[in-house]
C-alpha cells in the first residue's frame, strides 16, 4: 500500500533551518508531482510548495518564496523541504502529499524563541 513517511520537524528558534523529508512507498515516485503542505493551529491546510515528477518545475507559495527550497530524489524516493529563515508563522504540522491523491501522517514544526 501507498506509505508517505516524513520526518525533520523539531523546535527551532525564529531564524533558525529546518529540512524536511518525506519517503514514498507503494507507488512509481519518479512519476507523479509531490508536494508539501501545511496546517497551523485554527486554519486551514494551505499548499507550501510543489515539485513535478523529474523536478523541473516548482511552486511555492508566496509567504516562503525565497526561503524554503522543495526538492526530490528520485532514486531514494524521497521529497524534500529545506526551510531556511523560520518565522513564528511558519508553526505548522506539515503534511507531505501524492499530489491529489494520498497524505502523510505529517510531522510538527515549531518556530519559538
Known amino acids: 500500500q501507498v506509505q508517505l513517511v516524513e520526518s525533520g520537524g523539531g523546535l527551532v528558534q525564529p531564524g533558525g533551518s529546518l529540512r524536511l523529508s518525506c519517503v514514498a512507498s507503494?507507488?512509481?515516485?519518479?512519476?507523479?508531482?509531490m508536494a508539501w503542505y501545511r496546517q497551523a493551529p485554527g486554519k486551514e491546510r494551505e499548499l507550501v510548495a510543489s515539485i513535478a515528477p523529474i523536478g523541473d518545475n516548482t511552486y511555492y507559495v508566496d509567504s516562503v518564496k525565497g526561503r524554503f527550497t522543495i526538492s526530490r530524489d528520485n532514486a531514494k524516493n524521497t521529497v524534500y523541504l529545506q526551510m531556511n529563515s523560520l518565522k513564528y508563522e511558519d508553526t505548522a504540522v506539515y503534511y507531505c502529499?501524492?499530489?491529489?491523491?494520498?497524505w502523510g501522517q505529517g510531522t510538527q514544526v515549531t518556530v519559538s524563541s
Open positions: 507503494g507507488f512509481t515516485f519518479s512519476a507523479y508531482p
Open positions: 502529499r501524492r499530489i491529489a491523491r494520498d
